[in-house]
């Protein structure tokens, strides 16, 4: 795997361990991991020099007024020169110094855009980039695995023909949203960037979680990790008026577009509420002028929100992400084993796809069950591919326990393959609180239409086999309408 050599003075010693810790001990030469206690001599850092991808070279006033330093660049320019060392990445991390410092030599103040990098989290993420497309150039399965995306036509091409338009516009804010876990919404929202060059295919999103209990105070916590502003640990921000802690989270943002980077939300339902109306103080921060016709949030988001919010806000997207067909899903899997060298025959291709319902997620994990185990032991874990499956769908029960109706719907819609909006409007009657339980599945992706007219649905596939396994039962009042209905329907000639 791809390695980084970490070139720094002594006096710097603390910002970079904290970098050589997270990078591991696997993937950087750094003094107190590769150097054995008193043998830190030129030819075994020349030796490490030699076994780098990537050189890192931290600039400040005491790297520069160092011999050893100095030893390395100049080590590092020769074996670049070669192609042994593929990258040069130069940052400077000291406000005293800047590009035209003649102490930085030309062959690096040249070619190189020389900035202060004061925050970890970005320096970490840049060397990760960095070592990733070494990787990827340097094992072609790691590339395919990465770049693997099958199927979602209509929606990738949905994307591009939104973020590619005669106006040129682009939104501030995109979602994909899915009540599931491992529906591949990142997957999607990087290829989406990819296709329309808002990114490229090195690119390492600036990631954060945000669960379902926390509020702009936590969310301003959690983007001082990534964008430091150090007064932020200093203000009692429970003290603080909504007002300032939203002026506080459009600087943040406005400092992330400015370093061009784009920020990753996960959302378990704090930014894209149950209720699928985005929570105020989000949509204040999105606001900010200096991000008008830029992509800088993408949230994958539990919930989806209510379209014409969407449509009102004008600087947001959403893309809503469904399960894959079964012919994606057969693809995806045999793909996937190709790019692991794992051959399996017709048969046992066969075995696997009856439980395999269309998640990304489960299907990595069902193929690497193979690569693990081989294809007879991997049988014997086939509850598991299944659990992991189970999962979700006792999550959304769980979600709708208080929702009679809804869960009534699911349980009839599973009994069908595919049925049309008709039959369940005679099934369910035309009420109010009918209208709202199928908008409340819609929305927590859990059918989708079939058909160009949008006059059919289909049930995700996950709840539908669950349900029929776990033989949850339909009121009497439905099974006898069903019933009712499916008789009338073969009496007419």
Known sequence: MAKAFLSHSSSDKGLVEKIALQLGKNNCHYDRFTFEAGNKTLEEIFKGLEDTDVFV???????????????????????????IIERIFPLIIDNSINHSDKRIPEWIRKPYNLRVFDNEVLILKKIKQLLRESNFKKYA?????????????????????????????????????????????????????????????WYEPVPISFSSKESIEEFLFKLNFVEHIPEIFEK????????????????????FAENNEILFIVDEGSIVLPNHTLVGW??????????????????????????????????????????????????????????????????????????????PGQIVYAANLMDSFGVNDAKRYVQ??????????LSILSFLKDDELSKQMLIALSKFEIISYDLVYKIFGESEDVYKSIQKLFDLTLFYPV???????????????????SKLSLSSEYTERIKKITKESLQKP
């Not at 939104?162 to 939104?171: A, G, H, M, R, S």
């Not at 289909?458 to 349900?467: A, G, R």
């Open 57 to 83: 070279l931290f600039l400040s006033s005491e790297a520069l007024n160092s011999e050893w330093v100095q030893k390395e660049i100049t080590k590092a320019e020769q074996l670049h020169s070669k192609s």
């Open 141 to 201: 399965h790691l590339r395919e695995i990465n770049d693997l995306f099958v199927g979602r036509n209509d929606i990738m091409q949905e994307f591009e023909r939104k973020l590619i338009n005669i106006e040129n516009t682009k939104p501030t804010c995109i979602i994909a949203s899915s009540f599931f876990e491992g529906m591949g919404r990142r997957t999607f929202l990087r290829n989406g960037l990819i296709k329309t060059r808002i990114i490229n295919k």
């Open 236 to 255: 009692d921000l429970a003290s603080e008026s909504l007002e300032a802690k939203i002026q506080l989270g459009k600087d943040y943002i406005k400092k």
């Open 282 to 359: 989000f949509k204040e921060i999105i606001s900010v002028p200096q991000l008008q016709n830029q992509v800088s949030i993408c949230l994958i988001s539990k919930f989806k929100p209510y379209g014409p919010l969407i449509k009102k806000l004008g600087n947001v997207l959403n893309f809503q992400i469904n399960e894959l067909s079964k012919q994606d899903t057969q693809t995806f899997f045999l793909q996937y084993l190709n790019i692991i060298n794992r051959d399996i025959g017709a048969d046992d291709t066969k075995f696997f796809l009856q439980y395999l319902k269309g998640v």
């Open 384 to 393: 598991d591919i299944e659990e992991f499956d189970e999962v979700r769908a």
């Open 451 to 469: 058909s160009s007219t949008h006059e059919y649905l289909k049930l995700n596939s996950s709840i539908s086999d669950y349900i029929n396994r």
